[in-house]
């Protein structure tokens, strides 16, 4: 029964995470998604292995059916990068309780959490990145030139930023108001 | 005086013998309009033949240009989304000024007329030299990148960032960032006049009146441009 509820709340996050992707595939909203909060909530609310499921499947289905085109080789590396958030998820749960305010400074922890998660997503795809254009020749100048530069900069401001007040304003919300839904105490 | 029995039959004979000569030709130029107008059905029966043949292949060759059309569409969709070291990249990103060009001269002696916008691209090599790329064709659906790669036959450096949709460029046409100077994106509307880029050249979408401009230029501490803008 908790395996049939759990592939049931993979599922919902899944189908939750591709649209709102969808809606924010505009350039105006380059780089901010919802995905990062949604994933760190799933595994706060049910378990890094939940989580991690949601990281997987949201991430892998984005990186076929993205209006940009599919992501091709580096989809192995944005799932790994993904997981992160699960795993912050996880340990942010165990670490601040499952009552978490809007604008409280559990929530301000949870926004700092992502932001860091984010940082190390955008280094993690960029160095891919890398790997990916220069391989096999890849040397240590090509890298550090492909993970910070000021492009790669305005990408990581954008995803930091975003994903932080993602942290303190809307996690925190799912975070009360689903288990509430399902008729769960907090 | 009155005609001699002579000169009555003489005339009678003359009469007679221009009959059978007139009827005579008569009947040779109606045999060979008999068969001119034989020669001319089959003629008309080839030319509807040809005609509707003709129609066919016009048909086909107006299907060819629309799948023409589609292709490059295709090839521009997928170029825009290939790994930029990858030979598929390579040689699509300078095949493609080739093939639009050649896909414009066909549709254009073909009388066909394919939605193309126009638009407006300028590049300051930052040495004095300045190019303009005056109301130059680009398919609905191409953006700010793929125009500078058209226009230049492929010579542009950049790395794709498939995470962001984007590229990052580092060159054009034959001039790289060095470790003072770098290549920006402007665009330019009537109200602002020009102004660096608040996005990637991908998220700049062709629209017919477009107008922006790549300048190699050094940077300031906040990554902005320190020439002076066009």
């Known amino acids: ?6 592939v049931a709340v993979v599922a919902a996050f899944s189908a939750l995470i591709i649209g709102s992707d969808l809606a924010l ?23 890094f292995r939940v989580g991690a499921a949601v990281a997987v499947v949201s991430e892998t289905a984005w990186s076929f059916v993205s209006p940009i ?19 912050a998820g996880w340990a942010a749960s165990r670490a601040w309780g499952k009552k978490v305010g809007v604008l409280s400074v559990n929530s301000i922890f949870i926004g700092a959490s992502l932001a860091i998660c984010a940082f190390l997503w955008d280094l993690e795809t960029n160095a891919a990145t890398a790997l990916i254009s220069y391989w096999p020749s890849l040397g240590v100048p090509q890298l550090l030139a492909t993970m910070f530069n000021p492009f790669t900069l305005l990408f990581s401001i954008a995803h930091e930023g975003s994903d932080f007040a993602f942290g303190v304003l809307v996690a925190p919300a799912f975070i009360t108001v689903i288990p509430r839904a399902l008729g769960r105490r907090p | 005086m009155m005609p001699t029995k002579g000169t009555f039959w003489g005339v009678v004979a003359v009469l007679a013998a221009l009959l ?16 001119a107008a034989s020669q001319n059905q089959i003629y008309a029966g080839e030319l509807k033949t040809a005609l509707a043949s003709y ?27 290939l790994n930029t070291s990858t030979p598929a990249y390579q040689e699509a990103s300078v095949a493609l000024s080739t ?13 066909e007329t394919h939605l193309i916008y126009g638009m ?39 790395t794709w960032y498939p995470q962001y949709g984007e590229h990052f460029v ?17 665009t330019y509307n009537s109200s602002s006049s020009w102004q660096v880029a608040q996005v990637g050249a991908d998220a700049i979408p062709a629209v017919n009146g477009t107008t922006f401009a790549w300048i190699y230029c050094p940077e300031n501490s906040e990554y902005l441009p320190t020439c002076p803008l066009p």
């Open chain 1, 1 to 6: 029964m908790r395996g049939a509820s759990d």
């Open chain 1, 25 to 47: 595939s505009g350039p105006e909203f380059s780089n901010i998604k919802l995905l990062d909060t949604l994933v760190f909530v799933s595994a706060y609310l049910f378990g």
């Open chain 1, 69 to 87: 085109g599919m992501a091709g080789a580096i989809t192995p590396f944005l799932v790994t990068g993904e997981l992160l958030f699960a795993l």
């Open chain 2, 20 to 35: 059978v000569l007139s009827s005579t030709a008569t009947v040779i130029y109606y045999g060979e309009y008999e068969a």
């Open chain 2, 55 to 81: 129609r066919t292949l016009q048909g086909s060759y107006d299907s060819s240009l629309s799948d023409y059309n589609e292709t490059i569409s295709l090839l521009v969709t997928a170029v825009a989304n």
């Open chain 2, 99 to 111: 093939l639009w060009g050649e896909y414009q001269a066909l549709a254009s002696s073909a009388g």
């Open chain 2, 120 to 158: 407006h691209m300028l590049v300051d090599y930052g040495n004095g030299t300045r190019v303009w790329y005056n109301d130059t064709a680009a398919q609905p659906g191409w953006n700010a990148y793929v125009v500078t790669l058209v226009l230049l036959d492929g010579r542009v450096q950049a």
């Open chain 2, 170 to 186: 580092t060159g054009i046409g034959g001039v790289s960032d060095s470790q003072s100077e770098y290549w920006f994106l402007l």
